[in-house]
């Protein structure tokens, strides 16, 4: 083992980092679900995309230190002739992808599932919602078989066996394929939200909240949209280390904004939490100004006559079908303060 090198260092901490948030914040949706009791079955996808999210970070934070991420050139002599670190870090690479793969399609169909609760039954958002879920499972199955075929047999990708063939094109091929349908569904992902909200009233700290998971989710395909970029290193068994710290670091970061972006929805109760409502709660037991001038009208109001007009004046007039049922009352008002206004 050797201390991690160029885009090893990217990828080392941007693993450790992402690992740690992704927990945190899975365990902040835990609490706030358990607190609501609405604990689902997007819940129990997501958790499981975590787990193997955790199994590829940790695979390649180990490839870290066997020389992941570096030029064929600053390997020492010793390590290209023996193979060791390369080998390693083949093994590890290649068990990553298959975790990678399918923690992406358990992300996506969290997310998915959530979505599925917002459109209710308005049938075509659900019919897309589960072409979306379709089409990233069959990208996954497609990626997952590419990537076990690549070498025959397999064990000569390490270099176990000497013997065999690799088609290191068919790992471009396959992850190039896998990624263009990450990207559709992601910004599918990104943009369902606000077609089925459009017509929804929210309020602002809603609308807000909606807006960076949109921006969250965007830039989890911006990332995969990179990775795509550095597909094409595959074909090139010489540089395979290098190849393995920019494809690792790229898919770190799209899975780890995927989780982050996909956990946030559900944190969205911890807002009518009494300290995130500065802007009411000091405000609240306070009368306003004009209630106090109200206050101060009523207080100052005092009754100057009360008469009442009816039987003793008009005994006359009364005819027995009025009596006793129409009566007039006078009543005088008046105030002793007169109240400024703000031009005197």
């Known amino acids: 083992m050797t201390p991690p090198q160029g885009d090893a260092v990217a990828l080392l901490y941007t693993s450790i980092l992402l690992l740690v948030i992704s927990w945190l914040v899975f365990i902040a949706r835990a609490g706030v679900r358990r607190w609501k009791k609405i604990w689902g079955v997007d819940d129990i996808v997501m958790f499981i995309g975590l787990l193997l999210f955790t199994v590829t970070c940790s695979l390649c934070i180990v490839c870290c230190f066997y020389g992941s991420g570096q030029l064929a050139a600053t390997l020492s002599a010793s390590d290209k002739m023996k193979g060791i670190k390369v080998l390693i870090v083949a093994l590890l690479f290649f068990i990553a992808e298959f975790f990678y793969a399918s923690a992406a399609v358990t992300i996506k169909c969290s997310i998915a599932v959530t979505l599925l609760r917002i ?27 590419g990537v076990a075929n690549i070498c025959h047999p397999i064990t000569t990708l390490w270099g176990e066996t000497t013997t065999g063939s690799c088609n290191l094109q068919l790992n471009s091929d396959v992850s190039l394929f896998f990624s263009a349908i990450e990207i559709a569904t992601d910004w599918s992902l990104a943009i369902l939200p606000a077609v089925l909200l459009w017509n929804i009233k929210m309020k602002s700290r809603v609308k807000a909240s909606v807006a960076c998971i949109l921006g969250l989710a965007a830039f989890a395909s911006c990332a995969t949209i990179v990775r795509l970029r550095y597909l094409s290193l595959y074909s090139d068994p010489a540089e395979f280390m290098f190849a393995t710290g920019k494809i690792g670091l790229w898919s770190i970061i799209e899975e780890g904004m995927g989780i982050f972006a996909g956990s946030l929805p ?79």
């Open 266 to 344: 559900a944190l969205r109760p911890l807002l009518s939490l009494p300290c995130f409502n500065f802007s009411t709660a000091g405000n609240s037991n306070k009368p306003s100004s004009a209630n106090r001038l109200n206050i101060s009208k009523r207080t100052n109001i005092k009754m100057d006559t009360f008469q009442q007009l009816g039987d003793n004046s008009d005994k006359d007039v009364d005819t027995e079908s009025q009596k006793h049922i129409l009566k007039e009352t006078e009543i005088t008002v008046t105030s002793n303060d007169r109240i400024s206004t703000p031009g005197e």
């Open 119 to 145: 459109a209710d039954s308005r049938r075509r958002y659900v019919w897309t919602i589960w072409g979306i879920i379709a089409a990233t499972a069959m990208s996954a199955i497609v990626f997952i078989i």
